[in-house]
Each structure stands twice: as structure tokens, then as C-alpha cells.
């Protein structure tokens, strides 16, 4: 029975994997793949699993980050029908040349992203940009997922020492450490993920132009032009609102808990007996910061370019709002899914069989990228394995004199490896704004994930070798 719970949870998430990857519908095939794993091993758990456990998880998602996606959505949308995108890409042309267009994207996604800006946010208002600059360096399309996902779901989401994203915010509070953790660990990593991975989309570019293949025709969700190259706003206009969304999301983050305290009481209701209704800030600080941050960069662009938005908005926001549902819709059932096969037998036989690696640093590493690309989730599998097992790791660190904070940095960037395997909500996500298929461009998202779980072991060997943190 043990082996058989086990074969359940490899089957389900193999065949999510694999409907995912042939372009159909995680919000069809997520919940059919959990619920079929709770039937072949509890039968009668199947609907007290559905409700309690995948559509609660599902919903609570969909609570905390529909907003985010949204606002995301109409940010991007906004910053291409203003023609701040094309502008802000027309002057990058001239600055470093159209040859240069990925590398420009990949630094523009690293610094929203270590700005605060969550990475599905980043992935709406980046790729007018990307697409913009592609298309006038004549550069498949097909790589601009791979380039987005190199600058904004890599170094800086778990590498970079001081990054705000989740996936270094967690073991913090299992290790009693800081964002600023083994800064010298976090940097060589960084180094290592972006180096080799502008090293892969630049081999990749440079194989395509040797067949002649360019930036392609027919393409589905296509940023419209709406602004004449003569009369583009200037740079530094377009740019405002970019850096408004990082620096309002830093300065948010600060204020806010000064603002609301631990957390906010109010009634429910002023008719009858209202049941209180309680709210913790520091569960919600961070979607609060940004979406306070993007509602400042819509005002700023809608009032600095009022005159074009008004002709186009009514009937060009619409496709951008359905796209953040469906991106929402995506991400959630996936969250769903990778809390149901937490929950099953065969799922503990995983996290179990991983402790026999003798290494501490080698474990956990194995165990969080595990459990990150089993639940389809960085955060997810992180939480789930420091959740269960970060006494182990911590009680194995003290007995080889290894920091906490190297075993933080290791974790963070351990859940940032093999997380983004095709059933993961931000590669669906990704892969929908951008109109493309996991056909045509997972291949070189693959390559990102193999580049960054290795980056991991190569921290664990310069730690080893040097003693450095």
C-alpha cells in the first residue's frame, strides 16, 4: 500500500505535467488529476478533500493575489497603449542596440522584481517591452518566456541578498535569520544563474539567426501599437511610473505596519449581532505595499498620457482584465493541486526517503527543490519542507558548525530550482500573457530551471571549499 500511495502521487503529477505541456486547461485538469490520486487512495475523502482542501486553498489564493493579477494586468496594458512601452524600448534600442534586447529585459524583470514588484506583476508590465524590442530586433518570439523567466523568476527572487520576494522571506522565520543572509553565497549564486543564462538565450538567438528565423507572424496576444514613432512621450516620462511602483512598494512596506499595528478589528455587519472580523497585517503587508504601488502608477499614466488612453480604454483593458482572470484562475488551481498531493501518503514517503542523504546542505537542497516541483510551487515546497523538517536541518547544521544563514540561502535558493516544471502557475501564467505555447517555449524555461537548481550546488561547493558566507 505504501509503494502503491507512492506510484499515485508520481502518476498524478506526471499527468498534469504532461496535459499542461500539451496546452490543455490546468483549471480543468488540476482538480480531475488531485481528486483522481484521493480516489485511488481514499475513496471516501474524495468530496470532503475537494471542498475542504483543493477549493479552500484554491480560493484562498484567488483572496490573497486576484487583485494583484488585475491591477498587474491593467498596468501593463496601460503602459502599452500610452506608448510609454515603445518609448522606453525605442530609447534602450538606441542606447545599446536591438542585438541587446534580451539582456535589456532580463535587467529590466531583475530590478522590478528585487524592487518588490511580485514576479506575476512583473511578467504583465515587462512584456509589451519584450515584445516591442524582440520585434524590432527581429528575435523570435518564441524566447522572450525564457528571458522573462531568467530575469524575474531566478537570481533575484531567492538569490540576491535583500530581496523582498517570498521565496526569501520564509526561512527567516525558521531560522531566526535576515533577507540579507549569506550575502556573498546569494551573490556568487546570482552571478553564476544570470551568467549562464544569458550565456543559453544568447546561443539560442544566435542559432536562430543563423536559419534565418525572426521574430514570426501570427502571433496571439500581440501589444498594439498606439502611439506614432514621431510623437512618443519622452523616456523619462515612460519610466516614471516604473520606478514609481518600486519605490511606493518599498516606502509601503514600511509604513503600512506603523499604520494598521499587528492587525485590524472590525464588525461584520451593523444589523443584528456582527461576528468580528479580524485582519493581520503582516500576512497581508506585502499584496497591501504593491497593490497600493501599482494603483499610483495607473493614476500616473492615465493622467500623464489622458488624451490617448481615453480613445482606446474602454474596449482594450477588457482582453487585459480577462487575461488576469485566466492567469489568476491558472495559478490558483495549481495551488489547489500541490495541497491535496501534500496531503497524501505517498507524498510523505518523498519528504520522508529524503532524509537519508548524509550531507546537511545536499539535503535540504534536494528536499525543497523536491517538494517545489512536486507541489508545482517555490514558496509552497519550501514551506512545506522547512514546515516539516527544519529541525533536522538545523540540528544537522550545528553538529558541522554550518551558519543558519548559509542554511537560508540554500533553501531560498533551492525552491527557486525546480519549482518552474510545466505545471507551475507563474510558467502558465507566463506562457498565457505572452500568447505562447509550453510547445513552442518551455524548452528554454527548462533551461533556466536546470541552470538555477545546479546554482544551488554550486553555493554548497564555494561554501565547502572556502568557508565564505
Known amino acids: 500500500m505504501t509503494f502503491y500511495s507512492l506510484i499515485i502521487v508520481i502518476a498524478a503529477l506526471g499527468f498534469l505535467m504532461w496535459m499542461a505541456y500539451k496546452g490543455h ?27 475542504g482542501l483543493f477549493m479552500s486553498k484554491m480560493v484562498g489564493f484567488i483572496l490573497n493575489y486576484f487583485p494583484v493579477f488585475l491591477l498587474g494586468a491593467i498596468f501593463g496594458k496601460l503602459m502599452e497603449i500610452s506608448g510609454f512601452a515603445k518609448s522606453i524600448v525605442s530609447a534602450v534600442i538606441k542606447a545599446v542596440g536591438a542585438r541587446n534586447a534580451m539582456l ?78 549569506a550575502p556573498v553565497l546569494g551573490i556568487i549564486g ?17 542559432k536562430a ?25 519622452h523616456p523619462l516620462l515612460a519610466l516614471t511610473p516604473l520606478v514609481l511602483v518600486g ?50 502608477g495607473i493614476l500616473f499614466v492615465v493622467v500623464a498620457a489622458f488624451g490617448t488612453i481615453r480613445k482606446h480604454f474602454t474596449e482594450d483593458v477588457k482582453p487585459a482584465i480577462a487575461g488576469s482572470l485566466l492567469a489568476t484562475m ?39 527543490t523536491s517538494l517545489a516541483g512536486i507541489t508545482g510551487s517555490a514558496s509552497g515546497g519550501m514551506s512545506i519542507a522547512l514546515g516539516a523538517m527544519s529541525e533536522q536541518f538545523i540540528a544537522s547544521a550545528d553538529a558541522a558548525g554550518i551558519p543558519m544563514d548559509v542554511l537560508h540561502r540554500v533553501a531560498a535558493m533551492a525552491s527557486g530550482g525546480m519549482d518552474t516544471l510545466p505545471h ?34 554550486v553555493i554548497i561547493g564555494v561554501y565547502y571549499a572556502t568557508g565564505l558566507v
Open 330 to 368: 491558472n495559478t490558483a488551481s495549481e495551488y489547489g493541486f500541490g495541497a491535496v498531493i501534500a496531503s497524501l501518503a505517498g507524498f510523505k514517503i518523498v519528504a520522508d526517503g529524503l532524509t537519508a542523504i548524509p550531507d546537511p546542505l545536499i539535503r535540504e537542497a534536494v528536499t525543497v
Open 104 to 181: 535589456t529585459i532580463v535587467l529590466v524583470g531583475a530590478l522590478l522584481t528585487y524592487g518588490g514588484v511580485s514576479l506575476f506583476v512583473v511578467v504583465f508590465a515587462v512584456y509589451p517591452f519584450a515584445a516591442e524590442m524582440f520585434r524590432q530586433g527581429d528575435i523570435p518570439k518564441r524566447l522572450i518566456p525564457g528571458t522573462i523567466a531568467l530575469g524575474a523568476f531566478t537570481f533575484t527572487m531567492d538569490a540576491i541578498p535583500g530581496t523582498p520576494q517570498i521565496q526569501n522571506i520564509i526561512p527567516t522565520t525558521f531560522f531566526n535569520t535576515t533577507g540579507y543572509a
Open 247 to 296: 519605490v511606493v512598494n518599498l516606502v509601503m512596506t514600511r509604513v503600512i505596519p506603523t499604520l494598521f499595528g499587528k492587525e485590524t478589528t472590525f464588525d461584520s455587519t451593523v444589523v443584528g449581532k456582527p461576528a468580528p472580523v479580524t485582519v493581520a497585517t503582516s500576512a497581508n503587508v506585502a499584496i497591501w505595499a504593491v497593490l497600493v504601488a501599482l494603483l499610483i
Open 190 to 206: 546570482g552571478i553564476v544563474v544570470f551568467a549562464a543564462g544569458m550565456a543559453y538565450l544568447e546561443w539560442q538567438r544566435r
Open 424 to 457: 507551475n502557475g507563474a510558467v502558465i501564467t507566463l506562457l498565457a500573457v505572452t500568447g505562447l505555447t509550453h510547445k513552442s517555449s518551455y524548452k528554454d524555461i527548462f533551461a533556466m530551471t536546470i541552470i538555477k537548481t545546479l546554482a544551488v550546488f
Open 25 to 51: 486547461s490546468v483549471i480543468l485538469f488540476a482538480p480531475i488529476a488531485a481528486m483522481g490520486a484521493v480516489l485511488l487512495t481514499n475513496p471516501g475523502l474524495v468530496a470532503p478533500v475537494f471542498t
Open 209 to 233: 539567426l543563423a536559419r534565418g528565423e525572426g521574430y514570426g507572424e501570427g502571433h496571439i496576444n500581440e501589444p498594439t501599437t498606439y502611439a506614432d514613432a514621431g510623437h512618443l512621450p
